[in-house]
């Protein structure tokens, strides 16, 4: 196992132990796992439910690294039923040269965030001067078939993460170029990148995304009622008594009339904002109907009036994350008393979620899902495949790409069900941007996120400059960027199709009731 906390750490374990979870929040604190091919195979036959719960954990994002694996397409076909892949359903991949002939970028990236990581370029360390670009010049005649067999590994998607094939029957004592595997995963190696916040440090992206229009002090009502009472009590208080001999009611009328336009405005922020919970949600779903199940990464604004004491309420096979402004203030108040109940779902009970005060959470889930989307391709070419939509909310738009490599989308701006009309890639690239522009979120400012010093004593960091948490580096945000980019359209599959919908069917809002406002749903699945 490689579990993160703020720089790598190496646990070995049991598969027998455990530590071997049969629940997905077990492997949450997790970003690569390493297993060879044997006790990963021992592990599914005797013990089902934790692998299970392992690979939805994968497939939510993190790594799995098998090694032992035959070379061959024998042995990736083996290793893609054994974690439940259909045979042939993804694409496997030879990692690129270029990220050999280099220094793992993230530690680099990091300024010493990984002391350890040793450059893999075989003349990284020589001292001539043009060591560099011969190296280069060396790399380019390097034909592909050799690039291949430097590899030795190969690697493939699995849900939103990543499983990679390694031959080897042991990768820590042979000369396996790490960084070079490191590079292939790309940032989201780092916990605070894939996640976009930081458990110690300061997230600035927490403001990018608040309920809109509510905890605003009423400025406007505040003045007005200012100069009414002014007026009133002043001029024509003492004008009204002095004409009836009681100038004495002076002490009496003019903190009664204080008092009553306080009442006021604590009744107009109140009512302005309601009682009630408003909800603000953004997400991306990967469904997988032939499986029945889905990951999805949702990020969660709240607001309430009067904070439900019930708390806040999410299923079991979902990890929460409080994404907070300053996480290390928060966790140095004392007195603030954190409770979750737990049984068949998990219940943030106390310490989450107050009243009047802008709350949010990162939630990652990979689980049971039935919500599909029933897809019959016309029987001969530029004829419209017809779409039922059983994933039980509205379809705003969407784009399908099917078996024969064709796109499709809805005609205008009906929903899934109705008539779709051949697009060309660039005309698809066109309506998804539209679509999502107005969702876009802005990227933090950059620079270095500050630790604060009295943390020190407990969170082990490196005091160098470390990048900072950006909320736009995510999973979640990566994964509509690219879309709105179109960049991930080019990687569109076949039978496959993405759709923007006004509510996830995998995502929960943790309340019974809630007041939705400019959501963004967006959901991946295959036929």
Known sequence: FFKQKTAYEIKECDWSSDVCSSDLLGYSCFDLIIVSEEDARALASKSPERWRAMMDWIRAGASLIVFGVDAGEAGTSGLEKLVGLPRGGGVWREPEFSARNSENVVAEKNAGYYRNTVPVSPNANSDQGDSESASAAEASETSSADQAAVADFRWRSLGMGRLFALPTPDPFASKLPWAWILNTIGSDQNWFERYGMSMHRSNSGFWNFLVRGVGRPPGVWFLLLISIFMIVAGPVNYLMLRSRGKLALLLVTVPAGSFMVTICLLAYSLLSDGLGVQWRCRSVTVLDSNRGTAVSWSRHSYFAGLAPRSGLEFPRDAAVYPLEFDPAESLGQFGAAHAVTWSGTQRLQSGYFSSRTPTQFLVVRSGECDARLEVREGSAAQQPPQVVNNLGVVILGMVLRDSRGDLWRPEGKSEAGAELVHATEEEA??????????????????????????????????P??????????????????????????????????????DRSPHVVPGVAKVEAQDDLHLILGSY
Do not use: C
């Open 464 to 501: 160098y400059s470390q990048v900072a948490p950006d909320t736009s580096s995510s999973m979640l945000e990566s994964e509509i960027k690219e879309f709105h980019s179109a960049a991930r359209l080019h990687a569109l599959m076949p039978r496959s199709w993405v759709a923007i919908v």
């Open 429 to 462: 690239r066109d309506y998804l941007r539209e679509k999502l522009q107005p969702w876009i979120l802005e990227a933090n400012a950059t620079g270095v996120a500050p630790v604060n010093s009295y943390r020190w004593n407990f969170v082990a960091v490196d």
